[in-house]
C-alpha cells in the first residue's frame, strides 16, 4: 500500500548541532511538502518540493523523486527548532489527499 | 493576506452529542481541506471541497460530514461523537487547481475532546 516513512522517529541534539531527517515513500509523487508542527498543534510550511533542492535560511531540502526520498537539513540548531517534523506527499492517482508521514520529533536542549 | 483561520479554538463535548468546526480559508483560494490528528493514527484526510462540492473523501464513517458556502469558507460536522472522536482538526487551504503546484496552507487547529 501507499506509505510514506519517516526516520529518525526522534531526535535529541545539542543547540548548535546539525541534523537530517529523511523522508522515504512508496510511489513516485506530484507534490511532496515538509511541516514543522509547533506545540501548540499548528502546522508551519517549511518547503514544497517536489523535486530538487531548496533552502531557506538555515533549513534546505533535497527531493531525489526517481530514487523516491526526501531530506530535510536543519543546521545550527536553535530551542525554537523543537517540535515535529512531518513529511506529506501527494500521490498521482485519483485523489490528491496529502499522505503525511509519521514525523520525526526534534528536541533542541540549550 | 490573512492566514487560515478555524473556530472555534478548543471544544469540549460528551458522547453522543453533534459538533460543527468551521474554517475560513486564505482570500480567493477556493479548496478546503480537512484532517484529523490523533496519537494513535498520526494525520489523516477526512474531505476536501472545492466550489462548494466535495472532490475527494478519506475512509472515515458518514458520522462526518462537510460543506463549503459560496465564499468558500467550510464546515465539518461530526455527529453520534464518540470517544475516539477525540482529536486536532485541521483544515488547509490552497488555491484549488489540480494539480497542485502549490503548498497547502494550514489553520491552528481545532482540539475536540470529547467525553
Known amino acids: 500500500g501507499i506509505q510514506v516513512e519517516q526516520s529518525p522517529p526522534d531526535l535529541i541534539l545539542q543547540e548548535g548541532a546539525n541534523s537530517t531527517l529523511r523522508c522515504n515513500f512508496s510511489d513516485s509523487v506530484n507534490n511532496l511538502q515538509w511541516f514543522h508542527q509547533n506545540p501548540w498543534g499548528q502546522l508551519i510550511n517549511l518547503f514544497y518540493i517536489p523535486s530538487g533542492t531548496k533552502q531557506n535560511g538555515r533549513l534546505s531540502a533535497t527531493t531525489v523523486a526517481t530514487e523516491r526520498y526526501s531530506l530535510l537539513y536543519i543546521s545550527s540548531s536553535q530551542t525554537t527548532d523543537s517540535g515535529v517534523y512531518f513529511c506529506a506527499v501527494e500521490f498521482p492517482f485519483g485523489n490528491e489527499k496529502l499522505t503525511f508521514g509519521t514525523g520525526t520529533r526534534l528536541t533542541i536542549i540549550p | 493576506k490573512a492566514g487560515v483561520t478555524q473556530t472555534p479554538r478548543y471544544l469540549i463535548k460528551t458522547r453522543g452529542q453533534q459538533v460543527t468546526l468551521s474554517c475560513s480559508p486564505i482570500?480567493?483560494?477556493?479548496?478546503v481541506s480537512w484532517y484529523q490528528q490523533t496519537p494513535g493514527q498520526g494525520l489523516q484526510f477526512l474531505f476536501e471541497?472545492?466550489?462548494?462540492?466535495?472532490?475527494n473523501k478519506g475512509n472515515f464513517p458518514g458520522r462526518f460530514s462537510g460543506r463549503q458556502f459560496s465564499n468558500s469558507r467550510s464546515e465539518m460536522n461530526v455527529s453520534t461523537l464518540e470517544l475516539g472522536d477525540s482529536a486536532l482538526y485541521l483544515c488547509a487551504s490552497s488555491p484549488g487547481g489540480l494539480p497542485r503546484t502549490d503548498t497547502q496552507y494550514f489553520g491552528p487547529g481545532t482540539r475536540l475532546t470529547v467525553l
Open positions: 471541497y472545492f466550489s462548494e462540492t466535495q472532490r
Open positions: 482570500s480567493g483560494h477556493r479548496s
